[in-house]
């Protein structure tokens, strides 16, 4: 698993940011946003999956990572299940 930073362009998503399909395996966050970006965070299995969800993703930066970390400002979704 991979846990991925990364900007979605405001105007390439008609000011929607939630990913293509639902439901999805890990949780997402917005975690900002400027005047033309908003800032994301997910953990996904693969960049391939990434731009699957969100084709129009850039300055994606990633680490790999063992689990999916919540806290304060990255809360546990009421929708994800950990296995």
Known sequence: MIRVRFFVDK????G???PLRWPIQY???CTGESA???????YI???EELKDL???ASNIES???NK???SDRFPKPDWYKED
């Open 16 to 18: 929607d940011y939630r």
């Open 68 to 70: 999916v970390f919540f």
């Open 11 to 14: 105007e390439k998503c008609d």
């Open 45 to 47: 299995n693969s960049i």
């Open 27 to 29: 949780p997402y966050w």
């Open 63 to 65: 680490e790999e990572v």
């Open 36 to 42: 033309h970006h908003f800032v994301l965070v997910a």
């Open 54 to 56: 969100w084709p129009e």
